[in-house]
């Protein structure tokens, strides 16, 4: 039974029964049934067994949210805590897995907090080449009482070589003009008006403070604990991949990056072990055949957090 939400709170949720047959349409892999089709795909299983059945060369694109050092629930699933070296062990094994799985040319983009940052670079260079560290503002949270409060989570951006896909335009942000200087003839100089607006494509930092963390009144919000949102991972997949190309998430959660990824015009694999989450990645992929708006993302223009334009 679900409980009747208040009018506004679009969160999406689940029956039993929606969740059972959801999850039916995931795929698994075991020792003697012949390999499925991998693409547009959700496997239901642990992640470390099911890479081995995935093919050399396969994507052009990871993005990874795995879990952070911190004790926290997934479903039925407990991550806990754990000494720095016992982490980096645990990226390790992981890391070591997917590597070939990547095509000569991809991309990859790790999720982390503060302290798992400690720790990912120096084990993902082992087999990538680190790139940069995008740091973006989660402006959720509580406060701490004898700390500042956190707010800020980072993405490893590394390449499997120096042959690469990097779109910069397509990630370029739309900012108001404060100073619309004008050449000689008065044309403006770098801007342009839009609808009245005096408005600048300039190129992205590595910092983003453009981010809203879904929450109950946004569409794509679903009661999973570390969701990311939509227009984060649009931006990852609109640089570094291609219309066609092939993202892969192993630890897909609820399902953003299969979802954006689907929007996009991108081919998409992910892995989950929790049937909860798995049942939910398979709705919004439903949902996004009817609706494939991003929020903050409109007209090939990333939009300024709770910008009207």
Not at 175 to 196: E, F, I, M, Q, T
């Amino acid at each position: 039974m679900i409980k009747k939400k208040a009018p506004r709170n679009k969160t999406i949720d689940l029956t039993l029964k929606e969740e059972t047959a959801l999850a039916r349409r995931a795929i698994r892999f075991a020792p003697q049934r012949r390999l499925p089709n991998l693409e547009n795909r959700i496997v239901w299983q642990d992640t470390f067994y099911a890479l081995r059945y995935i093919p050399d060369n396969f994507a052009d694109l990871m993005i990874v949210d795995p879990p952070y050092n911190l004790t926290k629930s997934f479903g039925k699933n407990v991550f806990r805590q754990t000494d720095l070296q016992t982490y980096k062990k645990w990226l390790d094994k992981w890391l070591s897995k997917v590597a070939r799985i990547l095509k000569p040319d991809a991309s990859i983009y790790i999720c982390s907090d503060w302290q798992s940052s400690l720790v990912i670079p120096e084990v993902a260079s082992k087999y990538f080449i680190l790139r940069n560290r995008i740091s973006w503002e989660r402006e959720k949270g509580r406060a701490a009482g004898n700390n500042w409060k956190n707010c800020l989570e980072d993405i490893w951006y590394l390449t499997k070589s120096d042959k690469f896909t990097f779109n910069l335009d397509a990630v370029k942000m739309q900012r108001k003009v404060l100073a619309p200087y004008r050449d000689k003839s008065g044309k403006p100089k770098d801007w342009h008006d839009n609808d009245g607006q005096k408005i600048r494509y300039t190129a992205p930092s590595n910092i983003w403070t453009d981010i809203t963390v879904p929450f109950w009144s946004m569409p794509e919000n679903t009661d999973h604990p570390t969701q990311k949102p939509e227009k984060l991972i649009a931006k990852l997949i609109l640089a570094s991949s291609n219309c066609g190309d092939m993202v892969f998430d192993p630890f897909v959660g609820s399902g953003t990056t299969a979802v954006v990824a689907k929007k996009l015009g991108r081919r998409f694999l992910g892995i989950e072990r929790e049937r909860k989450y798995v049942a939910l990645t398979v709705k919004r992929l439903d949902m996004a055949e009817k609706d494939a708006t991003i929020q903050g993302y409109e007209n090939g223009v990333f939009k300024n957090r709770n910008a009207e334009n």
